[in-house]
């Protein structure tokens, strides 16, 4: 069910540490999804070393974060990745990690179903090769059912299996409800964001208005699929989602990227929502003391959408989901469900933000074999 108004005025207002905190290890991924929200690829050489992670991990401990959302690029990648999910664990912090499965054998599903307070999303965006490789590339689909294999196997237990909804695969909702039943995993839904590559794709790939009123109702009949708060802004259409409700971004939740820079939250990977960097000022006084968390805590203007008796239900939608895609924060979601945010975009003939912040994306796409 949905928070009640009064904590969710309390989580709007910020808390002493974040309740979901993004760690995107490295830039570096042998994949090229074109939604890729990070433009990653690349490795940055500035991304944070093994004693500087650790460093990290400590004072993520010390502030009491019971769990870290660890991604990247392809965390995997990164050569101290085992050691820097057996610190955290070893900590009492629980790890839950993206992976697009590329790297996840035999022998690494066994290792990793020894860790205890860890999780596990792969990531697909079909049901079926054809469908999923399209953006993330040749090989991919295959390689992630390999992995899930490999879990299964292994006797992990009940892993994620994470989709972002584009106008593919929202049509294939039931199949992918089958595909983690198959497995006895869980199944994630998250909202596709004009953000990082995603803006030149966002226009073709995002669900039609038509498209997100079925999302919405087939997500109400199961409360038991998870969706991190992805689609509040559906909730305009009745009962609200399971969930906060409301764009936590600087106030229970943040991204920290491979080179230590916070940001609001994973969706905002832009120098206008970067609130400092954990190697000049440390986590814990980014979080509590920057000027941009700050600004965010405050009292929200509902702005075009105080006209709106819905306002209260959906709080003006995603404000990465705006900002990409030329839209001013006060502004309707370019998804709302009432088709404000079809209106806004066509009336001020906005121009989509460019990330920018460095593009990391690789110079040609690469085939997985597999």
């Known amino acids: 069910m949905g928070v009640d108004s009064s904590l ?105 179903t020894s860790i205890d307070y860890l999780d596990i999303q792969i990531s697909i965006d079909g049901v079926d090769a054809l469908t999923s490789d399209r953006i993330r590339g040749e090989g991919s689909y295959d390689q992630a059912r390999r992995a899930m294999d490999n ?97 936590g971004a600087g106030r229970v939740v943040c991204l920290i990227d491979p080179i230590g820079d916070v940001y609001a939250c994973p969706f905002v990977i832009h120098d206008e929502f970067l609130a400092g960097n954990v190697r000049a000022d440390g986590f814990e006084a980014v979080w509590q003391t920057s000027e941009l968390f700050t600004s965010l805590r405050e009292p929200g203007n509902p702005g075009a959408c105080a006209s709106c008796g819905s306002f209260d239900a959906c709080r003006g939608g995603c404000m990465a989901a705006k900002f990409f895609t030329g839209l001013e924060i006060t502004d309707p979601d370019p998804e709302c469900v009432f088709g404000h945010g079809e209106t806004a975009l066509a009336s001020q003939r906005v121009t989509l933000r460019r990330a920018s912040t460095q593009d990391h994306s690789r110079r040609t796409r690469i085939a997985v074999s597999s």
């Open 8 to 112: 969710r005025s309390r989580f709007e207002q910020g808390l002493a540490a974040p309740i979901c905190l993004t760690w995107e290890l490295t830039y570096a991924c042998n994949l090229a999804c074109t939604h890729c929200l990070s433009s990653s690829g690349r490795r940055d050489p500035k991304e944070l070393t093994t004693d500087e992670a650790k460093k990290l991990i400590d004072e993520i401990a010390a502030m009491q974060i019971f769990y870290i959302n660890i991604g990247g690029g392809e965390p995997m990648m990164r050569k101290d990745f085992f050691e820097l999910v057996e610190y955290a664990t070893s900590q009492n912090i629980g790890v839950k990690f993206s992976t697009n499965g590329t790297r996840l054998d035999a022998a690494a599903a066994k290792r990793l």
């Open 151 to 247: 879990l299964r196997d292994a006797g992990f237990g009940p892993f994620k299996i994470s989709v972002v909804m584009t106008r593919e695969s929202v049509e294939q909702l039931d199949q992918f409800e089958q595909l983690a039943d198959s497995y006895g995993a869980q199944l994630r839904l998250t909202r596709l964001r004009p953000s990082g590559r995603g803006v030149d794709e966002w226009a073709n790939l995002h669900p039609s208005r038509e498209q997100n009123r079925e999302l919405y109702y087939w997500l109400k009949d199961r409360p038991q699929v998870l969706t991190g708060d992805s689609f509040f802004h559906l909730s305009a259409l009745g009962e609200p989602l399971d969930g906060l409700n409301l764009c």
